[in-house]
């Protein structure tokens, strides 16, 4: 069974960085581009980034809203995606999603999601 | 960046209906629109990709269909588990961008 599940959430103050974790299991994560999503409270989706899979470089777009802050990082041997955000601000309080993506990364789908974590930017 | 218009905004509907919504997009995406449903304190869920492949597990009273900057998602039948915000995406074009969402009520 694919299952992605993310971790490491948490209230953090504005400035500072934190980083989340994807574990992903059921497929070959080499093989795969992973994506992450975030949802502000009450609002809707919003992308934040992909890397694709080794075989198309391993190479990672960003929003522009996130750009230069944030970094995501794969490693194959563990099968966990990153997601490294610094100089956390307000406004980047929101549910973060991990995905799993067709290898490129560009033009694929989000066929797998986890459950989120919670991510408060607040003094 | 590409625009996406999703309509209506919500909808109220009975079980058995059948619902319609639709997703403009600024530009032209070819067959890149994917859509998605979100129940309410869950994460989304892949229901339709490239206008119109249903995924693995999904019912097929869902439907999509549309080219070019137009697009539908179809609800053949309401059903009671059916009731939850429906997104669509667009990835043709970094940044992928998203519709407004879509929140199918019990009337």
């Known amino acids: 069974e694919v299952q992605v599940v993310e971790s490491g959430g948490g209230l953090v103050e504005p400035g500072r960085s934190l980083r989340v974790s994807c574990t992903a299991s059921?497929?070959?994560?080499?093989?795969?581009?992973m994506s992450w999503f975030r949802q502000a409270p009450g609002k809707g989706l919003e992308w934040i980034g992909f890397?694709?899979?080794?075989?198309?470089?391993?190479?990672?777009e960003y929003a522009a809203s996130v750009r230069g802050r944030f970094s995501i990082s794969k490693d194959d041997s563990k099968r966990i995606a990153y997601l490294q955000m610094n100089s956390l601000k307000t406004e980047d309080t929101a549910m973060y999603y991990c995905?799993?993506?067709?290898?490129?990364?560009?033009?694929?789908?989000?066929?797998?999601w986890g459950q989120g974590t919670l991510v408060t930017v607040s003094s | 960046d590409i625009q996406m218009t999703q309509s209506p905004s919500s909808l109220s509907a009975s079980v058995g209906d059948r619902v319609t919504i639709t997703c403009r997009t600024s530009?032209?995406?070819?067959?890149?629109l994917n859509w998605y449903q979100q129940k309410p304190g869950k994460a989304p869920k892949l229901l339709i990709y490239?206008?119109?492949s249903l995924q693995s597990g999904v019912p097929s009273r869902f439907s999509g269909s549309g080219s070019g900057t137009d697009f539908t998602l179809t609800i053949s039948s309401l059903q009671p588990e059916d009731f939850a915000t429906y997104y669509c995406?667009?990835?043709?074009?970094?940044?992928?961008?998203f519709g407004q969402g879509t929140n199918v009520e019990i009337k």
């Open positions: 995905t799993r993506n067709g290898p490129y990364g560009g033009n694929s789908r989000a066929d797998y």
């Open positions: 059921g497929f070959t994560f080499d093989d795969y581009a």
């Open positions: 890397i694709r899979s080794k075989t198309y470089g391993g190479t990672a």
């Open positions: 530009q032209g995406i070819s067959r890149y």
């Open positions: 490239g206008v119109s």
């Open positions: 995406q667009q990835t043709s074009n970094t940044p992928w961008t």
